[in-house]
């Protein structure tokens, strides 16, 4: 562990005191790293003053930082050491036009052109032509073999993707996920741009995971301008973001209804589901919390009026949502279609390093909320999960179970006795210079983590946002394989990856 | 099968009266608001200034619901005497200048082109576009078809072929990355066809203006018929502005 700073969630660490070593020791330190069983929480490139510099934060029951000093390229980690590197690794090239040799699969992440002016690693050149698309996609040779190519425009109400299957009659031998269409810049606005505006861009990474986003932003703010964030706060915090989890799990297990084309639940789920978002609402004004989480503590203050309003909803709906997963789960016809479909073995979940329900579905138990507590984690009850298949029933298993523990975590949190003592606005405020900050919280899709690194003058240099989509779009891939093509739609709801979050 | 049956007897009937019977929202939520143009210009010049999306005028006072996400500082910072956020949900308009208000506000159904009516007021069916939204005005919108609402049974639809529809409902700032898709898709809808911009994204980049890897006006490329603010837009301000928009 020599070369590694140990840190902690959400506390801020002076630039200067970072293993600063050379890229060949970095990339030893980090293959040693996760060939014991660690995890890549972090890992991107910056520029400042001219150098360009690695950073990665990795995990294994504690954090850990670590960097380097880079040329044009460095020796990729990905084909040696574990595919945990693999996605870090397309978007440092694609972000800094730096060449992780000997990447088994280098190709474009998001489309966009490099932040440093270097020459395009992929060769595209974003001033002239239409580039997202312009890709050949892997294909498997045959005469029995044919391709299905989905989107960017899907047939819903969703975002856009596209989405490459290779098939052998209605197996599919590879599907290859091409993502990039919801790029908007997101982390090279972030440091351009007021203070005022980093919650709201924040709150818009990923619509559905507003709470969960912002929340990493707004603690990185607290944590680099030393502010505190008292119980009352805390405690609106924490609901929030388990009325968020539960709402967006509620509205899955619906989806995931109406795929198997169970149409009561489906219908039962949706319309609960928009309780929850309405419980949002009462907290802060918006179906998705947005608004709600601010440096310093909360927009909103919640008095008694909406306490005794969430109790009483939760009173009322709470049996109906047993009675409903009761419903779907019990049903042969559901269990026929739900389970051995879409496996991702542990082995795999371990290497592709997945997070949140997708990786518990397979046996990693890694939980943001146990592992690195933020806000009221650490004295609430964790929630273990038995159903570890790694197929569709167990992700939906999980996401079942986890909304009961949300409910019951609610339930407690509406008992405690703290109101916050005022509604926080927006304030500009001066951040500690030359420091480095890593926030993590268990969004509903799983780990989400900030990075926010500040220079001499306490302006940001470097605003790095990973959503758990990042990890978990390989894990869709992989359930896909030898999997017939009509159980996507089944497989793409039991992850539900957000696009936006991905694409930054 | 009895599991089924008590569930939808426990479920009962669910899909609001609205329009015929009003829809109160909870006192927290911000829809349109009003405006004290006699407060103190000082004021008015502090919240613009503090107001993250840029949507308020110093000068007149006057706040573009193009841009406003609705997050309320204005209405924390003045203490409600520059605004207060009413809980009228009615913000959807017809062209862009109505979006910048002063307090008073346009009649939509007014605005309404009569044509449209005429074409797609017993059926109107939408092909939904999202062009790096956050996805949370697409789950708003997606709402709709859930038996509280249940937008199917006023005649409006979204379907899956741009092709079977009769315009594009747009969402999200455009990124570079989907404008030739967006395009696409518009070239694929048969005329006559209406366009719709939901959400302050696609009205004027949202929370992303200013960067480089967006449109971020929705008009810019395609001549919008209807503007529906909000981020997200409620889901009873699509609802509101579709009905008086086409019936």
Known sequence: MDNLLQIANGEVVRRADIPDVSVETFGMTLAEFVRNGGFVVQFFAFAEN??????????????????????????????????????????????????????????????????????????????????????????????????????????????????????????????????????RGVERLLPTVPQRRLPIICEAIAGDTAIGHNLCCCQALEALAGLTVDVGARIVRTIALELERIANHLGDLGALSGDVAFNPPAAYFGRMRGDFLNLLQVLCGNRFGKGLVRPGGVAFVMGDEQRKLIAAKLEE????????????????????????????????????????????????????????????YAELPHNTNQMTSGDVYSRATVRREEIMHSLALIELLLQRPETTAKAMMMEERRLAADSLVVTINEGWRGEIAHCVLTGADGAIVRYKVKDPSFHNWTGLAMSLRNQGISDFPLCNKSYNLSYCGFDL | MLKIIKNRLDQGYRTSSYPKQPIALYERFRGRPQINRQ????????????????????????????????????????????????????????????????????????????????????????????????????????????????????????????????????????????????????????????????????????????????????????????????????????????????K
């Not at chain 1, 690693?121 to 005469?143: A, L, M, R, S």
């Not at chain 1, 029995?144 to 299957?165: D, K, L, Q, Y």
């Not at chain 2, 010049?45 to 006072?61: F, L, M, N, T, Y």
């Not at chain 2, 049974?153 to 899956?160: K, L, N, P, Q, T």
């Open chain 1, 50 to 183: 001219g150098i360009t510099r690695l950073l990665a934060v990795v995990r294994n029951d504690r954090l850990y930082v670590t960097s380097c000093v880079v040329g044009a390229e460095f020796p990729s980690l990905t084909g040696w050491v574990s595919e945990k590197f693999h996605m870090f690794e397309r978007e440092i090239a694609e972000q800094y036009g730096i060449r992780p040799t000997a990447h088994p699969w280098l190709k474009m992440v998001r489309y966009h052109r490099n932040y440093s002016g270097a020459d395009d690693v992929f060769g595209n050149d974003y001033g002239g032509e239409e580039i997202p698309g312009k890709y050949g996609c892997f294909t498997v040779e045959g005469e029995a073999i044919h391709e299905v190519a989905v989107g960017p425009v899907h047939a819903g109400i969703i975002e856009p993707g596209h989405f490459r299957f290779q098939c052998a009659g209605e197996e599919v031998l590879h599907l290859e996920i091409q993502l990039g269409y919801q790029h």
């Open chain 1, 317 to 376: 709906i709470t049996p109906q949502v047993k009675n409903v997963c009761d419903l779907l789960f019990s049903a042969h016809t559901v269990q026929a279609r739900f389970e051995n479909t879409g496996i991702v073995s542990r082995e795999m979940a371990e290497d592709l390093g997945l997070v949140g329900y997708a990786g518990r579905a397979c046996g990693l138990p890694y939980d943001a909320r146990v592992a690195f507590p933020s806000e009221c």
């Open chain 2, 39 to 246: 407060c103190d210009p000082a004021l008015i010049r502090q919240c613009a200034e503090a107001c993250p999306q840029e949507a308020i005028d110093a000068a007149s006072g006057a706040i573009d619901l193009g841009r406003c996400t609705f997050c309320g500082l204005c209405e924390m910072q003045s203490q409600g005497k520059f605004v207060q956020f009413s809980q009228n949900f009615e913000l959807g308009v017809a062209t862009r200048a109505d979006l910048i208000t002063d307090g008073s506000y346009a009649d939509l159904a007014g605005h309404a082109k009569q044509h449209f009516k005429k074409l797609f007021g017993r059926s109107l069916q939408l092909r939904q576009v999202s062009a790096a939204g956050c996805n949370a005005c697409e789950a708003d919108t997606n709402v709709l078809n859930t038996p509280f609402f249940d937008l199917s049974r006023f005649g409006i639809d979204f379907v899956a072929s741009p092709r079977h529809a009769d315009g594009i409902h747009v969402t999200g700032p455009i990124s570079r990355n989907m404008k030739a898709a967006l395009l696409t898709t518009y070239e694929a809808v048969p005329s006559p066809k209406v366009v719709i911009a939901s959400g302050a994204c696609s009205i004027s980049g949202g929370p992303f203006y200013g960067s480089d890897e967006i449109v971020g006006d929705l008009n810019e490329l395609l001549p919008v018929d209807l503007y529906i603010p909000g981020c997200p837009p409620h889901p009873l301000t699509t609802l509101h502005a579709l009905l008086t928009f086409f």
